[in-house]
């Protein structure tokens, strides 16, 4: 895979962290509070992995960097968006997964 694909995924994902990271702080109105935080959790990884996918051409194996990371965001914050959204811890159980994935990426950087 062209290296250079992470930088068209970093922008759709860095398109769709603002989207969402806009809504949660100004349209999303949960009936617990509690849940907006869970949003701006969701939120704050989603746009800090998505800057960090930015610099997956340049790594030793960006691939692996790359699929890491966007796993992560997808598992991590797309799980907390969805509980945040659905007011329902029960849909959490990717979560882990997600941070698991981000560690991952992270750690596929000292190789």
């Not at 603002?18 to 869970?38: C, D, I, M, R, S």
């Not at 968006?81 to 981000?102: C, I, W």
Request: hydrophobic share 50%.
């Amino acid at each position: 895979m062209n290296p250079l694909l992470w930088h068209k995924i970093a922008g759709l994902s860095g398109v769709v962290a603002l989207g969402l990271g806009t809504y949660g702080a100004h349209g999303f109105k949960p009936q617990n509070p509690t849940y907006k935080e869970v949003w701006h959790t969701a939120s704050l990884y989603h746009l800090v992995h998505t800057a960090a996918l930015v610099a997956a051409p340049v790594t030793r194996h960006p691939n692996i960097f790359g699929t890491l990371l966007t796993t992560g965001i997808l598992a991590f914050s797309g799980t907390c968006y969805a509980v945040a959204f659905l007011e329902d811890r029960k849909y959490s159980t990717l979560a882990p997964f997600g941070g698991l994935a981000f560690i991952g990426a992270w750690a596929s950087l000292l190789f």
